[in-house]
């Protein structure tokens, strides 16, 4: 998870939070950089530790391997009929299964969204859609850590990966979806959001009384984090704060 600030220009906290992680590409090529080909990446050889050359994988055998190679060829033309062909005939094998959890995890690397936060990609979404695999990291991957232990220190570490998350032009989260996953983290890790983060939501949600009450924001946090606002947006959320309380009377 490295990845997920390292390529953020603006930001210093990213190597520091993710430093700890485990390493998403192959083994053996840890300080290589992927191929633009799938196949090609999936094909390739290295030299271990010992100076041995070896093939760059961790699948199980060779007919994994071969199924992996067919069907990162047809990613890289983007073929849906050739991954749903390759489906039929071996989607019941458990190679199968081996394979496209492999492709799941090179696909991020071949197609690495942080390396190139600045460049929108050409991804062959199509065909990886219909194989169920993607080069996307989840919210939770790129979120998940930093809500669970960094809102405690008070800092911006939540904000600063949002802002980078929205700012990149291979992902297609929106702040809707980010506002989503921070409900539900909420929800699954009774995660309090800090005064930094909830300054910031205020803005996105444009003083919605009720998506911030639904995140556990307490009435208090959100009357301070208003006095970093100008006057107008503070009575912009009492007055929406006073309809809500008009339209469910006590």
Known sequence: MEKVLAAQKDCDIFDEIFSNQENVSCAFVQNNKPTASLAASVSSFSTNPFGVLVLDCDLPDKKAMEIAVKLAKAIDKDSVNDIKYLKSKYGAEKEFKAAKEYLNRKAKEVWDVFENRNKKMIVPKNSMKT??????????FMLGESVRFYENDGGSTTVDIIRSILTNKNLDYTFEDIYEFLLSAHKKYC?????KTVTYLISWLDCDVKKLSALGIEKKTIMMALEAFPFMTKLKYLFKGSLKLSMFPL
């Open 131 to 140: 194989l169920g695999i993607t080069n996307l990291p989840s919210l939770e």
């Open 191 to 195: 995660c309090d959001y800090n005064l």
